[in-house]
């Protein structure tokens, strides 16, 4: 299978939260690795740096960055890149990730994952300063999907496409969010399984999964529960075609116990399985979830990597 820029496989991973560091320190409970966002501890030298460093000598750990803000218009904030590498030099992360996005201008960060118009402009402007990041941090940069709930009348190019060639173009890899792409293709009304089919399945380096609280008419990207079903059969088409990806899951808010945390996780190993068909007896939040292209008969769709 791919490359995937000769990185490890690292296996089944959870999103580090400050709600369970005694758990994880106490039971060192057996979780392959842990992701952190890197802006929890890039300026801390207190407590929270301490843990981590702590938990980084027992887990493979990554750092997932929310501020890079790599398709804004404002100048790279090499202060910023200088505090991620200082960190990414004291807990030897496997690699480091952000997210095709702006979040702030004119110095302002709105704190939000903000969507870029994809277009030619745009694709060379972000190709610059990925290969910019990477030379200053000495390693490739691992970039995620967006959840988006509007699309610009100045696209031009398919998200998938856009991600396809920014990989070419610069040698980064992707990190792929399952869930970001079906809340997309429900809010913008595109086909997820022709979204995965068209990225470079080789630079898929790791794949997020999440939960969502569908709103009816539109899906807002939450973290905050249980992922749900359609995602998870978004996820079991997608593991087929980039099955040496590191798996991660996020909960950002109603945090639950680890152990319930733990148990999410590992209900993916169920969907690694292709003849997996789970009945209709798992949580939905909604029935009005509909996607243009109905999960259930996915596999029958699936690309492979000789395409690219």
Same mark, same amino acid.
């Given at each position: 299978? *791919? ?5 490890p ?10 709600q369970?560091? &005694? ?6 409970p057996?979780?392959?690795?842990? !992701? ?23 887990? *493979?750990?990554?750092? $997932?960055?929310?501020?890079? @803000? ?26 480091? %990730? ?8 004119l #110095?302002?960060?709105? $704190? ?9 402009? %745009?694709?060379?402007y ?11 941090? !000495? ?7 967006? %959840? ?45 399984? #022709? ?10 380096v ?5 939960? $969502? ?5 539109? +899906? ?19 593991y087929?075609?980039?099955s !040496?990806? @590191?798996i ?6 109603? +945090? ?5 945390? $733990? ?9 690694? &399985? ?10 939905q939040?909604?029935d ?10 996915? %596999?029958?769709?699936?690309?492979? &990597?000789?395409?690219y």
């Amino acid at each position: 299978m *791919p490359n995937r820029l000769g990185l490890p496989n690292l296996g089944l991973g959870l999103g580090l939260r400050s709600q369970h560091f &005694d758990h994880i320190l106490k039971k060192s409970p057996e979780v392959d690795w842990f !992701e952190v966002i890197s802006e929890n501890f890039m300026d801390s030298h207190g407590k929270p740096r301490y843990i981590l460093k702590q938990i980084a000598e027992k887990y *493979p750990v990554v750092m $997932h960055g929310v501020s890079m @803000s790599i398709g804004s218009t404002d100048p790279l904030n090499f202060e910023y890149l200088k505090s991620l590498k200082a960190l990414a030099g004291e807990v030897k992360p496997a690699w480091i %990730s952000d997210h095709l996005c702006w979040t702030g201008v004119l #110095t302002t960060n709105s $704190h939000d994952l903000l969507p870029l118009p994809l277009n030619e402009e %745009s694709l060379k402007y972000v190709c610059d300063r990925i290969n910019q990041v990477q030379d200053y941090l !000495e390693r490739p940069l691992i970039v995620e999907n967006p %959840s988006t709930y509007a699309a610009f009348k100045n696209s031009t190019i398919p998200e998938w496409e856009f991600l396809k060639i920014m990989t070419e173009e610069t040698g980064c890899g992707l990190l792929l969010d399952v869930n970001n792409v079906y809340v997309s293709s429900f809010n913008n009304d595109f086909d997820p399984v #022709t979204y995965i089919n068209g990225l470079p399945h080789d630079k898929i380096v790791q794949m997020h999964l999440a939960g $969502h609280q569908n709103c009816g008419n539109y +899906i807002i990207d939450t973290h905050d529960r249980e992922v749900n079903t359609q995602v998870w059969k978004l996820f079991q088409m997608t593991y087929q075609l980039a099955s !040496e990806a @590191s798996i991660l899951l996020e909960w950002d808010g109603n +945090i639950p116990a680890f152990d319930v945390y $733990h148990t999410e996780l590992l209900k993916s190993k169920k969907y690694m &399985d292709p003849t997996f068909n789970e009945v209709a007896n798992e949580i939905q939040y909604s029935d009005q979830e509909q996607v243009s292209n109905p999960l259930n008969v996915v %596999s029958l769709e699936l690309t492979g &990597d000789s395409e690219y």
